[in-house]
Nanobody
Framework: QLQLVESGGGLVQPGGSLRLSCSAS????????IGWFRQAPGKEREGVSC????????NYADSVKGRFTISRDNAKNTVYLQMNSLKPEDTAVYYC????????????????WGKGTLVTVSS
């Protein structure tokens, strides 16, 4: 019943854009901070971005700052990740996850995880 579902991944050329969506159901969405994480083959899962319960605070990894934008629409139980100026090193499976913290998204302390969506940046 508790579920997060990512969508929007795919193949894009370097310099292109994608928008990922994370749709939530089965829990009180607005009580959770939501984070985006990514994992490339052979690498640890890393935090990409985090948005607070209300959407008033956001954080980004240095590697994506200025290129990615996280947002949420609590009325739609959905979080978005707009990804611009994509680079080959952005290639990974992207996951969204929910935390009962108000405004932080600790990788090892998230309560719910989606199954991921693959983003491939290649020419």
């Amino acid at each position: 019943q508790l579920q997060l579902v990512e969508s929007g991944g795919g193949l894009v050329q370097p310099g292109g854009s994608l928008r990922l969506s994370c749709s939530a159901s089965g829990f009180t969405f607005h009580r959770y901070a939501i984070g985006w994480f990514r994992q490339a083959p052979g690498k640890e899962r890393e935090g990409v971005s985090c948005i607070s319960r209300s959407g008033g605070s956001t954080n980004y990894a240095d590697s994506v700052k200025g290129r990615f934008t996280i947002s949420r629409d609590n009325a739609k139980n959905t979080v978005y990740l707009q990804m611009n100026s994509l680079k080959p090193e952005d290639t990974a499976v992207y996951y969204c996850a929910a935390s009962l913290f108000e405004n932080v998204c600790p990788r090892d302390g998230m309560d719910y995880w989606g199954k991921g969506t693959l983003v491939t940046v290649s020419s």
